[in-house]
């Protein structure tokens, strides 16, 4: 299980610079950094070295930014295996909420991250089933 840090930025030009800058300032190591966009405010979601750290530099300049618990599962670049995940998660019926795929540097692997209710059921059906969680 891994801490994501998810931040709510309005959808201008800009916002998201400024988030770059606050993780550069503070010297944040990000493995993983996705966007979503929504008519007013986006979603960023974020994989670092010390996500209660970093997030609290949020708080401080009042973002809307709340830390979540993630599933990683280790896939390697072939699609096969993301599908065989996908699978998997349908066999022992868990509604993915959301997954994105990246590389994590600090454990040099490819990998699906993902949110699901239920987390710690769900990385105890994969491992059973063989998966690598990170």
């Not at 309005?10 to 190591?29: C, M, P, R, S």
């Not at 066999?91 to 490819?110: F, G, K, Q």
Request: glycine share 6%.
């Amino acid at each position: 299980m891994l801490d994501q840090i998810t931040i709510f930025a309005e959808n201008k030009k800009g916002a998201f610079q400024k988030v770059t800058q606050i993780l550069a300032d503070n010297g944040a190591a990000v493995d993983s950094c996705i966007t979503n966009d929504g008519s007013e405010y986006g979603t960023i979601r974020i994989i670092c070295d010390e996500p209660g750290r970093i997030s609290s530099f949020f708080d401080r300049r009042e973002y809307m930014c709340r830390l979540t618990h993630v599933i990683a599962v280790e896939i390697g670049d072939e699609i096969a295996r993301l599908n065989g995940l996908m699978i998997a998660l349908k066999e022992i019926n868990v509604n993915v909420d959301y997954v994105y795929t990246a590389h994590l540097r600090s454990s040099d692997a490819d990998a699906a991250i993902m949110h699901t209710e239920d987390i710690e059921i769900v990385e105890n059906s994969l491992r059973s089933r063989g998966f690598k969680l990170i």
